[in-house]
């Protein structure tokens, strides 16, 4: 099992995340992804060790390196951030974030018309649209301010 989850406290947000669920923040019109992928395909590149061709067509994108109940314990990778007001931060599954680019993310959030629901809606329906081979998990979470 992923996980991924923001906790929301006075000084600022705090991120905890496990396998290839991910954290992006939209600021400024900006996608930033926040948590970084426990996959093998991500461990690869962290080697330089493929080209863009070979990103493309890694035949074990779905292998995660790093998730809950594969061992006793797991390392959780945490962090914090101090959001601004109207950041938008994105908590979704890779069911999201596989089918569904960063770009396109991206434009849906640009285009985005405010509405927390709709967007939600917006970003799965994207992620079906382009195959959908996996559950799609998307949290929307809009910071106006502590």
Not at 3 to 17: E, S, T
Not at 65 to 86: I, N
């Amino acid at each position: 099992t992923t996980f991924v989850a923001l906790y929301a406290a006075d000084d600022g947000v705090y991120i905890a995340h496990v396998g290839d669920s991910r954290c992006y923040r939209f600021r400024n019109n900006k996608l930033e992804a926040l948590t970084e992928d426990h996959s093998l395909l991500n461990d690869y590149i962290k080697m330089k060790r493929l080209t863009q061709k070979e990103i493309d067509d890694f035949p074990h994108k779905n292998v995660i390196v790093r998730a809950l109940g594969m061992k006793d314990t797991v390392k959780v990778d945490t962090r914090h951030e101090v959001p601004e007001v109207g950041d938008l931060f994105l908590l979704c599954s890779d069911g999201l974030a596989g089918p569904a680019s960063d770009n396109e993310i991206e434009e849906i959030l640009q285009n985005s018309s405010g509405d927390i629901q709709a967007t939600t809606k917006a970003l799965i329906d994207k992620a079906n649209s382009n195959g959908g081979p996996d559950n799609i998990t998307a949290v929307l979470v809009h910071w106006t301010g502590a």
